[in-house]
């Protein structure tokens, strides 16, 4: 019993500093240009985001 109250606390304890420092990683991450470019590339993968970043950078078509 105390080792699972143990886990659960560790577990607690790990997620609470990945989120109070979550900036700081993910800038600490992104530096590494290997680990830049599979992050943007596994982004650009997904049809949500992609479709929607190609109309913020270059806009719905005109209709005529």
């Known amino acids: 019993m105390s080792r699972m ?3 659960i606390l560790m577990i607690g ?3 609470y500093f990945i ?3 979550r900036f ?3 800038n600490l991450l992104l530096a590494s240009t290997w680990l ?3 992050a943007v590339a596994s982004m650009m993968g997904l049809p949500g985001v992609k479709n929607k970043l190609m109309q ?3 806009g719905r078509p005109s209709e005529w």
């Open 5 to 7: 109250i143990s886990s």
């Open 13 to 15: 304890s790990i997620g």
């Open 19 to 21: 989120y109070r420092y």
């Open 24 to 26: 700081r990683i993910m």
């Open 36 to 38: 830049r470019r599979l």
């Open 56 to 58: 913020s950078v270059f």
